[in-house]
């Protein structure tokens, strides 16, 4: 049995932007702020900042500490691109469990646009990306994760009219989402004909990369005042380079089964008492990989389990309830924390025009650092609800 | 609006070089570990099993393999790729083993269908495959 002295207190984000206008840490600071505002604390009460950003450097989590003027007894910095967000929640549930601080804010954010995302991916995003896959031409992750789909079809079937679910109800939840980018209604026909991106990927499988930031507050149970709804990790786990056979470049797995029996047991939730999914949904087919290493379906069986279930707001298990990265944008790592903000919003009541009518118990998954070919970092956690 | 940089392409150091130094002869060299005979790549300065530096050695490659999965880019990164769309980039499991990803040059690609590396001297950091003779490829076929 955990012992439950850490808790999720509050969430927030900044606006979007489709090109930054604001510096990165502007967009940073007023996640924070808007997280930090949500349950009731300020700047003053934090003594503990998670951080992760690809854009930072040449700062750092201890440098940006210096430019919000906190003083901080506990500091991290996440290097799993959209796995971070996660490892760094279970990291500072852990700091707070040991003591080394009271509140902790997380934030995840970048003020990419579609150029500056591409520059990073061709030239700085790691040495095996740069090396042996930008001078081929190879179209960014987008065509790393059409590699991934058209194997995944070519081995159980999955098909575009599948995927074409995900984006679509996805779609249908971002119209209700006032910070999502994109919140025109999407047809499946929308879907299956867009522009050609990389084959079989089409536009709608792929984010728009975006500025923005999302931040959580975890913090000691009895850091907030008794009427703000606090959310419990009930369990969580992380996998980085999750298969060592170096000729697995083709990912039609990820490191969620290495660890998903133990998260749920340890959660004590089966995964049918899960009420809704945030996924880390890069691609469609990412999200299928997930559904199956998770273990809510076979693996190979992610396209046949999103044809057979209604994932809708009102379905059996709404996923990606706020639009996810597929509608509101990729604002770089923050896409590893839009479930996680999500995700907190609707277990604490607060998710507006799209709360969900019961949302006790939720699953955030995280997936990120592509190298070569593959993402090598896995995370995710179970959350429920405190009361 | 970001403006291009340069072209990417390989930084090249102690750990790559005889990879493309291979290339430019049309040869695909690899690095196999002693104390398992694992084909690697990409290029590693030790050996994952051992971490030892010396238990690597760079090893010539038939270059043959099966294409494993491929893709039609229609949206590359870098604006000098634009004239060339399609960019035909294949995943080839080598018969040594590891899978590369790389460009296919010429013909159709096709899950399964047999290539072969086909290095050009223009341009040695580039890993091109294409398909390979009728023959290979047609027996496949009617395997299938």
Redesign the interface.
Known sequence: MMAYDAVLAGAGESQYHKKAQQPLLGYLAEAGRRALHSCGLGISDVDGLAVTSFQLSPDNVVTLAEHVGLQVSWAWQGVHGGASAIVGLLEAVAAIRRGDARVVLCVAGDAFDVASHMEMLDHSFNAAMRDYLAPYGFGGTNGLFALVEQRHRHEFGTSREQLAKLAVTQRSNAVLNPNALLRDPLTVNDYLTARMISSPLRLYDCVLPCAGADAVIVCAANAVADDVPTVRVLSGGQTHNWDPDPSNVIMLDGGWPYFGDEMFADAGVTRDEVDFLELYDDYPIMEVIQLEGLGFCGRGAGGRFIEATDISLSGRLPINTGGGQLSCGQAGAGGGMIGLVEAVWQLQGRAGKRQLRRARTGVVSGFGMVGYGRGLSCSAAVLSTDR | ??Q??E?????ITSL?QPLYEAARRGILSLQRTGCTG?I???PRAVC?KCLRADDLTWVDCSGSGSI???????????PA?FP?V??T?V?V?LDE???????LEGGEPR?DARVRAAFTKDDP??LVFALAPTSENSSHMEMN
């Open positions: 609006m970001t291009p940089s072209l990417p392409g390989p930084v790559n694992v690697l790549f990409p994952p494993y999965s491929w893709t039609q880019v229609y949206r590359p990164q870098h790729f060339q399609p960019i980039l995943a499991r083993g590891p899978m590369i990803i790389a460009r899950i950091n580039l």
